[in-house]
């Protein structure tokens, strides 16, 4: 059988995100994708020598759009780490719930997507039905939906007051409520089930190997998750990763649902015991040094190198995101699948192109 | 059974009102909190030009001389560090969004002591601290 080669990307139905494969296929059977990525270089990294490393933050967070406030949440600590800024303990249950919350949003927007990417169009739009009211709540507490803007060096810009705390714990009851509906119907239906169970088997050798990260690393049974580094609040709250073994599609479903009703579990401890106090410390003068900050994000562990040389610009600024680092593994699930299954196992990874690509 | 634990959220929600709003028809409305439009108060500015050196987006330019302030509306990303810097207090963010803009020519707005002008957009000049695009 001849090979054949069909493009696929970058404005493709089921990508929310440019990226393109060429997909060499032998009858339906893709036996090798080729991907080439670079559609949407921004060159932030660049322009961390342009901007204040105060203003940055702003850049920071706007390398992607789910992971929005975790992106401004690593370079902040990254930042303090450098000029030894000691963060009041509010402002670090403040992050935390903040972290959490894009988590579900993250979480939830990707169920969805899932959901369309195999047709089952209602559940998608049940998804994000849940979804829209955490962005609620993002909205209502920090003045943004997807860019959250509250994140400085050396705390947090706004304040949840107790009736907003209150609230956030009503309503996280109805979201947990609703969320368990929906993932019933991930977990169980007989449709979901066929076209995620047994496709793109990744065993727990090969993820480690080829370096992944996150939900498709704990999937296939590794239990690492960079919130057990104890950044933020997560010193007090201890959280243990979900990890599935089998290493399929639905192991990588299952594992997103599961972190759905921890992330509720750890805001609602994280609201029970936030510290009073100040939200922020005032920090002055210009950061030197060099650090490496790793956090974890909601497709997986993200990692930040900052250098600063003592001026208000910071010399060099990287960052290593989750999508890169699960892209050898979605190039490896893809050999030998069906060319129908693509969608589903190009979304399984959660790619976030604009963040690989910066 | 697992399909009708589909049917039943289907059956839950199919007789209920819808949860999407009839966008044209109601706008939405911004919860109190949101960051939406900046609005300048130039009773109390005293162009210190403090926002205009502070804003990542580069989008206020102040000129001390003249007493102007540009707010260019499609460069501001509404994150409100200039309201934080302003010594006067001249800044506060509105909750509701920006309107839509058609052309880029009316996206300077100048403000004068008293009275807000929408116009042509006007060059950086003299004393202004940043530069337009
Ligand atoms: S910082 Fe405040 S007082 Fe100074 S120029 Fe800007 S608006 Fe005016
Ligand atoms: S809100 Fe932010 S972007 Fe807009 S003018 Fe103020 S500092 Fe600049």
Redesign the interface.
């Given at each position: 059988m001849a090979r054949t080669i069909i493009p696929f990307g970058p404005q493709h139905p089921v990508l929310p995100e440019p990226v393109h494969l060429d997909l060499v296929v032998e009858d339906e059977k893709v036996v090798e994708a080729r991907p080439s990525i670079g559609f949407i270089h921004r060159g932030l990294e660049k322009l961390a020598e342009k901007k204040d490393y105060v203003e940055f933050v702003y850049v920071a967070e706007r390398i992607c759009g789910i992971c929005s406030f975790i992106h401004g949440q690593s370079y902040c600590q990254a930042i303090e780490t450098i000029m030894n800024v000691t963060v009041p303990p509010r402002a670090l249950y403040l992050r935390t719930v903040w972290g959490e919350l894009s988590r579900i949003h993250s979480h939830l927007l990707w169920l969805g997507l899932l959901a369309d990417a195999m047709g089952f169009e209602s559940l998608f739009m049940h998804s994000w039905r849940v979804r829209e009211r955490v962005l609620n709540i993002i909205e209502a507490t920090t003045g943004g939906r997807v860019i959250f803007g509250s994140c400085k060096i050396g705390g947090v810009r706004r304040d949840i007051d107790p009736a907003m705390i209150t609230h956030i714990q009503s309503e996280m009851k109805t979201i947990e409520k609703e969320m368990r509906e929906i993932t019933t119907v991930f977990m169980n239906d007989r449709s979901v089930k066929s076209r995620l169970c047994g496709v793109g088997v990744l065993t727990k050798q090969e993820a480690y190997e080829l370096g992944c990260v996150g939900p498709m690393l704990r999937a296939s049974g590794v239990a690492q998750d960079m919130r057990k580094l104890g950044y933020a609040a997560y010193k007090d709250i201890p959280v243990e990763p979900i990890t599935r073994t089998e290493g399929d599609s639905y192991a990588r479903c299952a594992v997103r649902s599961e972190e759905l009703f921890q992330s509720v579990d750890i805001i609602r401890q994280a609201l029970e015991r936030i510290p009073d106090g100040e939200i922020a410390v005032k920090v002055t003068g210009n950061p030197n040094g060099e650090t490496i900050m790793r956090t974890e994000q909601p497709r997986g562990e993200v990692a930040y190198c900052v250098k600063a040389t003592g001026s208000k610009n910071l010399q060099r600024f990287r960052v290593r995101t989750p999508t890169f680092a699960n892209l050898p593994a979605m190039l490896k699930v893809l050999q030998g699948c069906d060319l129908a299954d693509v969608p589903v196992l190009v979304l399984t990874i959660d790619p976030c192109i604009s963040c690989t690509e910066r | 059974m697992?399909?009708f634990?589909?049917t039943s959220?289907?059956m839950k929600?199919i007789f209920r009102k819808p949860?999407t709003s009839r966008y044209p028809f109601e706008p939405r409305v911004?919860?109190?909190?949101?960051?939406g439009k900046l609005v300048f108060t130039d009773g109390n500015c005293v162009y210190c030009t403090a926002c205009a050196k502070?804003c990542?987006?580069n989008a206020l330019i102040v000129s001390r001389d003249k007493k102007t302030m540009e707010i260019d509306r499609l460069r501001c990303?509404?994150?409100?560090?200039c309201v934080?810097v302003c010594p006067k207090k001249s800044f506060s963010?509105g909750e509701a969004h920006s309107s839509p803009v058609t052309t880029k020519s009316s996206e300077l707005q100048i403000h004068k002591s008293g009275n807000e002008e929408t116009g042509a957009p006007k060059a950086a000049e003299g004393n202004s601290t940043s530069a337009p695009k």
């Open positions: - | 697992a399909f634990q589909m959220l289907v929600w949860v911004p919860l109190a909190g949101s960051r502070k990542p987006a990303i509404s994150c409100g560090y934080d963010l």
